[in-house]
């Protein structure tokens, strides 16, 4: 009885470990899905990037995700102009940030204007939930431009993010 005991267990940890190993197969890498970041933000030519909280620097941890199987990676450059930045009580200056875009999708997404647009969209509401008094500048009338074509990683060779 205890032979046998021992033997079924086995064969149900053989089972459960190939059923394991068989759902790990099945997905595509991992990946910070749906994060922007800001790398760069500028208004009257001086940099206010320590102005900008933690949060939009680096993506979070609770946007990695792993893709779907035939998915990759991807990831696109923004370069937003903002038609207003407002620090403190100085008159309103154009302004400039530099953003990279991260999410699963296929190898060879093109990056269309309507893509483009509502990242701006998103970003713009984003500066609105702000309080200037509070956090000492404003942001408005963001504008954007897109890489065409985002870059991919099929996380195959290496990890896609670190």
Do not use: H
């Amino acid at each position: 009885y205890y032979i046998t005991n021992n033997l079924s267990m086995m064969k149900l940890f053989l089972c459960l470990s190939v059923l394991v190993a068989g759902s790990l197969a099945a997905v595509g890498p991992r990946c910070w899905d749906r994060c922007t970041i800001i790398s760069s933000f500028e208004a009257n030519e001086k940099s206010y990037m320590d102005n900008v909280e933690a949060k939009w620097k680096k993506c979070q941890d609770d946007t990695i995700k792993y893709c779907a199987v035939g998915q990759t990676c991807n990831n696109f450059d923004i370069t937003a102009n903002a038609g207003k930045v407002t620090i403190g009580t100085d008159a309103a200056v154009k302004g400039k940030m530099k953003m990279t875009y991260w999410y699963c999708g296929g190898m060879e997404d093109p990056i269309s204007k309507d893509v483009c647009d509502g990242i701006a969209k998103d970003v713009q509401a984003e500066f609105d939930k702000y309080d200037p008094k509070v956090i000492g500048y404003s942001v408005k009338e963001i504008a954007t431009e897109c890489d065409t074509k985002a870059k991919s990683c099929d996380g195959k060779s290496k990890e896609c993010i670190d």
